[in-house]
Nanobody
């Protein structure tokens, strides 16, 4: 299973970015998917999760109402639309495939991780 995240970049506060995570090989359409982020000097933290068919989502309180996770099972791709970005959203964002079909914020419930894409928000 390979996960390739893309779409990161430099954006001003209040701006938007859309991250994509393409999954090749292995199971995608029956697996929950998640996005996590890690800022310098901080632990990896949960951002958002989506269940196998996209009808259930879960968000960290810090991004709720600003970020939207979605998926396209025909394209084996999961997305993270990030609006109203703030400097505190600066981090490396990684996607992960869940062991199960449901949403989860729990890191051990993810078994494959992508390499991450840098998001930098300037003030």
């Amino acid at each position: 299973v390979q996960l390739q995240a893309s779409g990161g970049g430099l954006v001003q506060a209040g701006g938007s970015l859309r991250l994509s995570c393409a999954v090749s090989e292995g199971t995608f359409s029956s697996a929950g998917m998640g996005w996590f982020r890690q800022a310098p000097g901080k632990e990896r933290e949960f951002v958002a999760s989506i269940n196998w068919n996209g009808d259930s989502t879960l968000y960290a309180d810090s991004v709720k109402g600003r970020f939207t996770i979605s998926r396209d099972n025909a394209k084996n791709t999961v997305y993270l639309q990030m609006n109203s970005l703030q400097p505190e959203d600066t981090a490396v964002y990684s996607c992960a495939r869940g062991r199960y079909g449901s949403t989860t914020f729990n890191l051990p419930n993810y078994d494959h991780w992508g390499q991450g894409t840098q998001v930098t928000v300037s003030s």
